[in-house]
């Protein structure tokens, strides 16, 4: 009986669209030709999909989130007001994210103004070049041994309950995860603007990665599994 209860669990993992490893990568980079990102993802064949759509341009509905596994997402260009409490509905429902550079202060709502959700409170914008500097261990590091010549991030502290995994040679944070393994930091700017070189697209995919492989069952379905068993 406890073998058949958990063929049911994936089953409804299955069900819910958590098992496919699709990616929406959510930009807010206006006329960007997203080359960078097409480079370092969509070869990338542990997922099922990549998508990319513009957030500054239109609100990104919570129905459209729930078909990834994943979302990750920063900006050049403002959201559309309203995003950030989308991605905070999607991580209520079992939904993972990456949220990078500007994008920590800049995507207002929940998912950056409640410690729950992202692991970084964010201050003012910098522009003065920094490398990777103490890292800790974590499999989000997995093959990462350089990252120089960030020059655009942002004054940040680590949340209470979140996971320091990476800090750069400011001593800022650079990449942290909150305390319910569903939101990554990453404190760099990502797109068509980057600056720095080094492992930074492996570890914007290791960030990735690792949340899809530890992808929690949304609340929906708890309450559809029978664990009386």
Same mark, same amino acid.
């Given at each position: 009986? /406890?073998?058949?209860? #958990? ?10 669209? #958590? ?9 807010? &980079? ?6 960078? !990102?097409?480079?370092? !993802?969509?070869?990338?064949? #542990? ?11 239109? =609100? ?5 989130? &729930? ?13 559309? %007001?309203?995003?950030?409490?989308? =991605? %905070? ?6 939904? /993972? ?5 500007? $994008?920590?202060?800049?995507? %207002? ?6 410690? *729950? ?40 502290? =680590? &949340? ?6 990476? &800090?750069?040679? %400011?001593?800022?944070? =650079?990449? $942290? ?7 990554? *930091? ?23 990665? !690792? ?14 599994? /029978?664990?009386? !068993?």
């Amino acid at each position: 009986m /406890k073998n058949l209860a #958990f063929i049911v669990l994936l089953l409804g993992l299955t069900a819910t669209g #958590f098992a496919a490893n699709d990616l929406l990568v959510l930009h807010c &980079e206006g006329t960007g030709t997203m080359n960078l !990102f097409h480079d370092n !993802f969509d070869t990338n064949a #542990f997922y099922g999909s990549v998508d990319y759509v513009d957030g500054s341009t239109a =609100l990104v509905p919570l129905t459209t989130l &729930e078909s990834y596994t994943c979302v990750l997402t920063w900006n050049n260009y403002q959201y559309t %007001a309203g995003q950030g409490d989308i =991605l %905070a509905d999607y991580v209520d429902g079992g939904g /993972k994210v990456v949220i990078c550079g500007w $994008a920590i202060t800049q995507c %207002a709502g929940r998912i950056v103004d409640d410690a *729950a959700y992202c692991p970084l409170a964010g201050g003012a914008n910098q522009s003065t070049p920094v490398n990777l500097g103490t890292t800790y261990t974590h499999d989000i590091l997995n093959g990462v041994t350089a990252i120089n010549g960030i020059g655009y991030w942002v004054d940040a502290s =680590l &949340e209470s309950g979140a996971t320091l995994i990476a &800090e750069n040679s %400011a001593s800022q944070p =650079l990449v $942290a995860i909150n305390e319910g393994t569903s939101v990554v *930091a990453v404190n760099l700017v990502c797109g068509d603007y980057i600056s720095w070189s080094g492992d930074g697209w492996l570890l914007l995919n290791n960030a990735v990665e !690792f949340l899809m492989n530890n992808v929690a069952l949304s609340r929906t379905s708890w309450g559809s599994i /029978k664990t009386s !068993f």
